[in-house]
Structure formats: structure tokens, C-alpha cells
């Protein structure tokens, strides 16, 4: 199906607004709006792009806009749909961090994504039960995905060894996928490499010219470097790195304090976009603390975003065109099937660590030999259990849209938020 670019402009914008819930909510929104209700993308070429983007780092949900815009209209496509999938959340971020600095906590803010949040639970579970009933069709699949939820979720392996070890298992292992004569063309190896040189050039000649005009030990660059190596070591989305970026910047520098970083994670958490956006709150608290000034910290926000994300579109227009090329090669193709097997898997273990995280207080990992996550049941939020249930019904049975399901969360949270102030 084809879509003219100004339609096409409209609804990367609205899927930019609307990604909320992490790369799981992500990934459903753009299954919801792209595969299911416009055509845009087949179910089989979009599993395909997600098995791609999986194996990639950094956030996968925006590389995966980032591809369905390439396939749709090129370059621009890609650019226009990559772009908008990342500016409202950037925009929503750098006004919260503004926010933040000068008058600190933001209890009506967090009040209203309370309610979002909830929100997300269903939409995710939703769109999980639709991906699992079209990617998993044998007895095969349904336990290279049990692996994979059982390796991330309870033994806490390292995320990209679990896509590795499925991708290895199916090229050796899986019984080969029957593939007819391929009529699709091997791209061009003079024409990819040109694309990664010019995209290592348009990526990292502005961190040279901070190198050249700050000097290595300004934070500005500390943070541009920090962050530009994070972009090539990212594999599973933020989840993976908070850990080793908390540890940085509270423990190793105190550019921030601990509930500094937990705020920030709160934020980047409950806004629209990927959740490594966590990292552009970082970046502007830790310069307007060492700086003493605003401007600094907007400067270093805007220094993150394209260290980040950057890398993202290389990824993509250099990788894209070989998708549907290696998937056309039988055992690649067996490869490609156990990814989608356990990417249903990585998608549950996200989804259940999301909803973890809202329903309860406290979540924490179990010590050795199985740190699965386990929350304190003694803080369990009965409103938010509530309100998640109530919304789980608004969109399985009354198929209510994105749009409106997350609108009546945000009344719900503004509302609890004024009862509790009246009780």
C-alpha cells in the first residue's frame, strides 16, 4: 500500500507522541499503526525489520520507525520517521529537566503519568498476545521464546547473548526454512560502505570539534564521549546501561545525586520516545551543576541527542537494504525465524518488568543463582492495579484507540492525584 509523504509526515508525528511505555509500548504502537490499521508495512516484513533492529544498539522501537520510513520514501522517509519518533519526547524532556532545575520534583506531572503508565500495561499486553499469535506458529518457536523470557527475566543475562545464542541456534540448530530461488538482488557493497563513511563522518566530526575547541576533560565532552560510546554498546534499549550509567554519574563524578537520577529515570520513563532519553536529563543536570548555568545544560542536552542518535540512522541506511536479501537465504532465514521467536520473549520480559515497576513500590533482584526481578508485595499500589485492569477492558473488549485509552488514564491519574490531596 502506498502513502503519499505528507500523510505518511502525520502519522510518524503522532506515533512520536504517542510512544510511551518503552520499547514495548513502541513496538506495539507501530505494529497498531503501521501493520494493522494502514498496511503500510506487512506482518512478515515487519517482524523481519525487528529482528534486525534487535541485534542493533540503541533503541530499537526508533530504529524500527527509522526502517518503515526508509522503506516507505528513502532517505527522507527515514530521516522524516526517525526524527519525529524522537523530537516530542526530546522537546517534553529538555522542558521537564528546565522544569526540574528550578523548582525541583514535579508532583502533578508525575500524578499524570501515573495514570499513562497504566495505561501502557494494557496497551502492551495487548499488542503482545497479537505479535505471539503471528510469530510463534510451531512447537519450535514457542520454546526458543520461553528461553528467552526465562534467560532475561530470571537468570538476567546479558541481552544481547540471548539474541546472539537464538540467532547461532537457529542458523545451526533450527531445521532450515525452505527458501525458493532468490530474485532479490545483493546490494551494493561499494554503495553500503560509502554510507557508513559518510555517517562516522556526519556522527563524530562534531564531537572532534568539541575535542578541538573545549579539550578532553571539559564535562561537555566527557559527556559527549560518555554517551557516543554508550550509542555502540547499547544492545537491548536503556534498561541495559542504567545500571553502569547510574554508577558513573552518581558514584564516579556526583554530577548527580541518586534521587537525581531516579527522577530522571521517572521522567524519561512516563514521557513520550525512547527511554534512553534518560540520558539527555543526565547530561543537562550534570553541566548546569558543574557550569552554574542553564545554557549549559541545554547545550549538553543538545550534544547528547545527536551522539545518540546519530549512530541510529547509520544503522539503518547501511543495514536496511540487506534485510530482505539475507532473508532469502535459507539458513540465515532459519537464523532470522529463531530471532522472532525470541524477540516475543525479550517483549515479555520487558512488558512484565513494566508493569512491575508501576503496579509496585519496590522492585528489586533476588540474589544468586536466579536474580529474577521480585517485588515487596507489601507495596503494591492498589489504585494502579485498578486502573490497569479497568484499562486492560477499555481496549481488549471495547477496542478503544491509543489516543483516547491514554487520555482517560491521564484523567484517572490527575484525578486520584486530587482525591489523595483531599483525604
Known sequence: MTTSFTDAMKVWARIGVLSFGGPAGQIALLH????EQRSWIGEKEFLNALNFCML???PEAMQLATYCGWKLHGLRGGFAAGLLFVLPGAMIMLALSLLYASVGNLPLVQALFWGIKAAVVAIVFQALI???GKALKTNFDWAIATAAFIALFVFALPFAVVVAAAALFGFFLAPTIETAASSVARPSYAATFKTIAVGLVVWLL??????ATLGKAHVQTE???MFSLLAVVTFG???SVLASLG??????TAWLTPQQMMDGFGLAETTPGPLILVGQFVSFSAATHVQGSLWAGVAASLSFLWVTFAPCFLWIFAGAPWIEYLQNQPRLKSSLAAITAAATGVILNLSLWFALHVLFGKVSRLGQPLPMWWPDFSTLDVPALLLCLGLAFVVLRLK???PKTLALAAIAGLSWHFIKSLI
Do not use: C, D, F, N
Open 32 to 35: 497498531k499503526e503501521i501493520v
Open 56 to 58: 542493533l544498539p540503541g
Open 130 to 132: 497479537k505479535i505471539a
Open 206 to 211: 562534531p564531537l572532534a570539534a568539541l575535542y
Open 223 to 225: 559527556l559527549a564521549r
Open 237 to 239: 534499549g536503556a534498561y
Open 247 to 252: 554508577q558513573t554519574v552518581v558514584e564516579q
Open 400 to 402: 478503544a484507540g491509543i
